[in-house]
């Protein structure tokens, strides 16, 4: 069966979320956001593409940066309304130079700051 973008179920901006995953270990890095176009780009190139809410602009991962996201593969929840980005990840993925975006947990009601930035 092909792929058809039409059956994912986008928001009301016209936007479906994303979780990019290490495809190796597991270790989940982050969460953005894809418009139809950013699907089609991602699926095309290769190179990982979010719509960036804020710039309303495409944002290919580590376009400027380096820290590149190459799809292995892209999966789909079974509600069709949040995507999964298996990658591999050259660098890393959190803007403030960590490996994950997910670096702080909450422990006994306090914040825990788990790894620091990459240098």
């Known amino acids: 069966m092909a792929f058809d973008p039409d059956t994912l179920r986008f928001d009301a901006a016209g936007l479906i979320p994303c979780i990019a995953q290490e495809a190796e270990t597991g270790e989940v890095l982050m969460l953005a956001w894809m418009n139809r176009d950013a699907v089609a780009k991602t699926l095309e190139t290769g190179r990982v593409t979010y ?36 990658v591999r990840q050259e660098g890393p993925a959190c803007h403030t130079n960590r490996r994950s975006c997910f670096y702080t947990a909450v422990r006994d009601d306090a914040e825990v700051e788990l790894s620091k930035p990459m240098l």
Request: hydrophobic share 40%.
């Open 51 to 86: 719509w960036s809410r804020s710039r309303q602009a495409f944002w290919i991962k580590g376009e400027t940066s380096g820290h590149v996201q190459h799809l292995v593969e892209l999966r789909l929840d079974c509600d069709r309304d949040c995507l999964l980005a298996l």
